[in-house]
């Protein structure tokens, strides 16, 4: 039996299996289940789920190998899915010394050890009193260091199912988060619905708080929505004809006051003067490229983590994607498993780290990376750390410079000695 992951677009995921043999058949199976992306997700009021799970019973009989997907009860399937994720490391070529893992406390909070309800978190913000905001499984949580308690909205029906989808801090002290396609914030104890009538949209794929520049970007379906002292503003193929798509991934700001705005379709530079550049219309590693992840280090150089949205072969699994660097005098670097010491190239979030002046990168198959921002690439992850699992969702920093990681087996607080 696998139990297998799909997304909104039909791309899958084995999460785990009951074959302990270790076969070269079952090993295969999975590898060809991971590679197939035309799995049909379940909709909800006509709209694709982000996550679907799919229990799958493969058999080999008289030698022929059968698969059927199998209807099993809602409560154990979930349960099962709490288990580590063995990585995936593509990188054959690179020897990983993880010279600096001993110089961090790796503390792991889960629904075994602590009150966090369920292991399954997707997306972290940090408030500015430190406290922790979790997404989990129909659910949103608060963790003060000591407890998880429950910080679900309380002013809307829930309904049959309620999710949350995109989570962040602003620096008003305000906790804004997507929850079933509606717009919340936080702050003081109250919660707050924005109308998207008043608003002028529904639901965001990514909250980003820009600390700089006091705004807030809210990527959606029909462009980028800034936020900024009461007043909400969008950025949308209409104002900005270089837009490949509407489609917003990811943006953020950074702080010579350019927006990195990544699409399904691109990615666009809209510098401080508002012209646009698109990057597909450019011969740079940006082309082709959708922009997932921005930081920045205290010397202007830009930090990206890429998706490779339209490649050749679609049964690929470790893409032409990894990160890219934007040095301050206008170059750009990629950094692959073809020509760095990244394991696997799907990230899910870099974080420029101002103490250590070091790179974070978190991967969904690799677990997380260190790059030293020279030759030194480490790579942690549950077979060579504390780290449960290879699948870190987000992570972020706390207001004392502590990395905290989202994963799927918990909350992970990485901690210099």
């Known amino acids: ?54 229990n799958v019973l493969v058999e080999i009989k008289a030698g022929t ?33 993880n010279e600096h893992l001993n110089s961090y406390d790796i503390k792991v909070w889960n ?16 408030d500015n ?43 008003n002290n305000t906790t804004w988060v997507c929850g079933k396609g509606n717009i919340y914030s936080y702050n003081n104890g109250t919660w707050t ?19 700089l520049s006091n705004e807030i970007f809210f990527c959606t379906s029909d462009g980028l929505i800034i936020y900024k002292n009461g007043t909400w503003n969008k950025i949308d193929q209409v104002n900005v004809k270089s837009l490949p798509s509407n489609r917003v991934t990811y943006a953020k700001k950074d702080s010579k006051n ?7 379709s691109g990615s666009v530079l809209i510098d401080e003067n508002g012209k646009a550049t698109n990057f597909n219309e450019t011969q740079s590693v940006l082309k082709g490229k959708c922009i997932t992840s ?35 005098n206008g170059e750009i670097k990629q950094f692959t498993t073809n020509n760095s010491g990244m394991p696997f190239n799907h990230v899910t979030k870099v974080l420029y780290d101002k103490t250590e002046h070091v790179l974070w990168i978190a991967t969904d198959r690799a677990g997380l990376v260190r790059y030293d921002l020279k030759s030194g690439w480490e790579n942690y992850h549950n077979d060579n750390s504390a780290i449960p699992t290879s699948y870190i969702s987000d992570m972020e920093f706390d207001n004392n410079g502590t990395l905290y990681l989202a994963t799927r087996q918990g909350l992970v607080k990485v901690e210099r000695k």
Not at 144 to 153: I, N, S, Y
Not at 193 to 211: D, Q, S
Not at 258 to 264: A, D, E, K, Q, V
Request: net charge neutral; hydrophobic share 35%.
């Open 129 to 171: 009193n430190n406290g922790i905001w979790l997404t989990i499984d129909e659910g949103l949580v608060r963790f003060d260091g000591k407890t998880f308690q429950h910080a679900e909205q309380n002013i809307t029906a829930r309904g049959n199912y309620f999710s949350y989808y995109a989570l962040s801090s602003a620096n």
């Open 111 to 126: 629904s075994k050890n602590s009150n966090l309800p369920d292991n399954f978190n997707d997306h972290i913000a940090i």
């Open 294 to 328: 921005v930081d920045e280090d205290e010397n202007g150089n830009v930090f990206l983590g890429l998706y490779e949205y339209d490649r050749k072969d679609k049964e690929a699994v470790n893409n032409d994607e990894g990160i890219a660097i934007v040095y301050k």
């Open 65 to 97: 190998l059968t698969a059927q997907i199998m209807r099993v009860d809602i409560n154990a399937f979930k349960k099962s899915f709490d288990k580590p994720n063995s990585p995936q490391i593509y990188n054959k070529d690179f020897k990983y010394l």
């Open 258 to 264: 350019r927006i990195w705005i990544g699409t399904y």
């Open 1 to 54: 039996m696998l139990q297998i992951l799909v997304d909104s677009v039909g791309n899958g995921c084995v999460l785990s299996h009951t074959d302990n043999s270790k076969s070269a058949i079952t090993t295969n199976v999975i590898k060809r289940f991971n590679e197939f992306r035309y799995w049909t997700p379940a909709k909800n009021s006509g709209k694709a789920e982000g996550r679907t799970s799919i």
């Open 193 to 211: 619905l924005h109308e998207p009538k008043l608003i002028g949209f529904k639901g965001a794929g990514k909250i980003v708080n820009n600390k």
